[in-house]
């Protein structure tokens, strides 16, 4: 008898075998799908939906996926997202045409081309005290209602129909890549090294303001979510953007205490997200508590072995994602995409543990007909037994 797409979901990150492989897609803007994908597929699939946006938030470009999609999509997971305040929104849908996008942290996008936005506004790039991070008066204010006041009814919502897995997605609450927002990456990289002192500061003052969504949003949730979303990129194609010991001394005690904050406060798995090659952190993530590793880059490093993953790891933690964003989905064909799902899944499906999903967002440069032979692919593919 076949299971409920939750029941799926849940045998899996029980590193059990379900009935097959689940499928996340659509659900964040980790696992989304840029707009003009998004509204290809629609024409393939003679689906009538509205244009939307993830986050209510245009200039990120990835599509809030309507109902009817994701199911011609099998997604297994619905998502419950956070917003945005009401007062921030408004203001950037009012500014005026091809300004800057500002966000409630005071950094935001600028228009790179014809609706191509680029995270390029930072507005403390000079600080380097401690003084400097408690004088900045942009700090977001982490109470206002309008952020989740739709998110218990949107989770009871889901839990009622009782179908779908789901997941859970404050919008970047990442210490990491805040702290790159605030100042800019290639800024705040060198001031780990600089100023160590100032830069843990300004990490662990992020997460703090993090915890404030975060406590009353999973207060919101209550017993309705399955998977929590987190995490902070990490790695670089060959490598990781830190030493292993830099990422311990200084990052790790900030991720470890968020983890642990989150994990106190409900049963749900924690997903983290973190491109790149980041193989050698592996260890510190199932230490941590990390139960989900999203999105597993094939095509960076030594993230690339998957059946080294699979046999040093998988006992551990579940892998979710797996098929390549670089190569495969843009520019391979059909036929070259539904081979790589059978070889990604006859390597990571065998004993359960692993949850289908394209490297990161599926961007416009990928041709819809590849993402419908990915997911159909796992309908042929990825029953199990595996053959």
């Known amino acids: 008898m076949p299971l409920t797409p ?190 160590p002192d100032f830069s843990k500061a300004l990490l662990q003052k992020i997460a703090e303001i993090c915890k404030e969504l975060m406590a009353p949003f999973l207060e919101a949730l209550g017993d309705n979510v399955d998977i929590i979303k987190i995490g902070d990129d990490l790695g670089t194609q060959e490598s990781l953007l830190m030493s292993p010991k830099m990422y311990r001394e200084i990052l790790k005690p900030v991720h470890a205490d968020y983890i642990a904050f989150i994990k106190k406060r409900t049963k749900a798995k924690v997903l983290f997200h973190t491109d790149g090659d980041v193989f050698p952190l592996i260890e510190d993530f199932i230490e941590m508590g990390v139960d989900i590793l999203n999105p597993i880059q094939t095509s960076a490093g030594k993230m690339s072995d998957l059946a080294r993953l699979k046999k040093q790891f998988g006992k551990n933690i579940v892998f979710c994602g797996g098929i390549d964003t670089q190569r495969v989905l843009p520019t391979g064909t059909p036929a070259e995409v539904r081979e790589e799902v059978r070889r990604v899944i006859n390597i990571l499906g065998p004993g359960g543990g692993y949850m289908v999903s394209s490297v990161h ?21 990825g029953r199990y037994p595996l053959s």
């Not at 659509?26 to 024409?43: D, F, H, L, R």
């Not at 849908?93 to 191509?116: A, F, L, T």
């Open 6 to 195: 939750r029941e799926r979901v849940l045998t899996t990150l029980n590193h059990e075998e379900p009935d097959r492989v689940p499928i996340v897609l659509g659900v964040s803007n980790a696992t989304g799908i840029k707009m003009k994908t998004y509204q290809g597929i629609k024409e393939l699939a003679g689906i009538k939906a509205p244009d939307d946006y993830i986050y209510q938030w245009p200039e990120l470009g990835t599509a809030k996926i309507d109902e009817e999609t994701m199911r011609r999509l099998h997604s297994d997971v619905r998502g419950v997202r956070d917003l945005e305040p009401a007062s921030t929104l408004e203001r950037n849908r009012s500014r005026d045409p091809h300004s800057p996008c500002i966000d409630s942290w005071g950094s935001g996008q600028s228009e790179i081309g014809p609706g191509d936005w680029f995270p390029g506004i930072h507005p403390i790039p000079e600080a380097t005290t401690l003084e400097e991070i408690e004088a900045y008066p942009g700090w977001p204010d982490m109470s206002d209602p309008t952020r989740i006041a739709h998110v218990k009814e949107t989770a009871k919502r889901l839990a009622e129909q009782n179908q779908y897995a789901i997941m859970a997605t404050p919008w970047l609450l990442f210490p990491l890549e805040r702290a790159f927002a605030m100042q800019g990456m290639d800024v705040f990289l060198l001031n780990l090294a600089i100023y």
């Open 361 to 381: 967002t599926v961007m416009n440069d990928v041709p819809p007909e590849n993402v419908l032979a990915l997911v159909d692919a796992v309908e042929e593919f």
